[in-house]
């Protein structure tokens, strides 16, 4: 709900009107003003509201099992800015983790998740709200023969598995939208391809990518090795 009655600033205020549709897209929002003509404060018909949002984001999280749906970004406005980036590549742990003051500096909302390259069996899920930040061990990727794993998932969670299926990756990825004020979309995708493995570092396999160091040890436990 948004409001113009003696607005002292109207730029902070659209900004912030700005920030709210970025954050919540499929929500209705209502406005409160004054009428020119009386001078009484009106008010939108909140009960016409209830039900307009017909994007039932937690029913399709829930069916989506541990990969959260990614935040597609609107175009700009105000100079509130989102950008989504991706990867098959995993991360490289230590480097993600000295930098996550830096990734999230100018950041307001951040959201998705994660393939760390020494837990190449866990999916971590992402969220940040300013300055805090939680990684946490969200479930487990599909494994490319089994069938019980499979039928055991939602038929949703099956469907894009199989069509964003890399031959060599899996169902793997990392998926990330974030929404800032003044973001540097460019600066920030770059720090976050910096953070992936290298061509080098790829061609080690899976077996030496558990040996490097992890920092999320404590917060996040022990990664399946099967």
Known sequence: MTSNAHDPDPAASARAVALVRHLSAYHSMAHICHDPLT????????????????????????????????????????GVRSTYWSSRRPMHAQRLYDALAQICAGVIRGHGHLWLANRPQSIHRWESAGEHLAIQTAGTWLPEQDDKAWQATSAERRTFAALLWHPYYGERRCELTFTGIDLDVPSLHHLLNSYLLTDTELSLGVERWRLSDDPFADALGTDSPS
Do not use: C, M, Y
């Open 39 to 78: 001078g009484n404060l009106w008010t939108p018909n909140l009960s016409a509201l209830i039900g307009q949002n017909h994007f039932a984001a937690n029913d399709v999280r829930d069916r989506h099992g541990p990969l959260p749906v990614p935040r597609q970004p609107r175009s700009p406005e105000f």
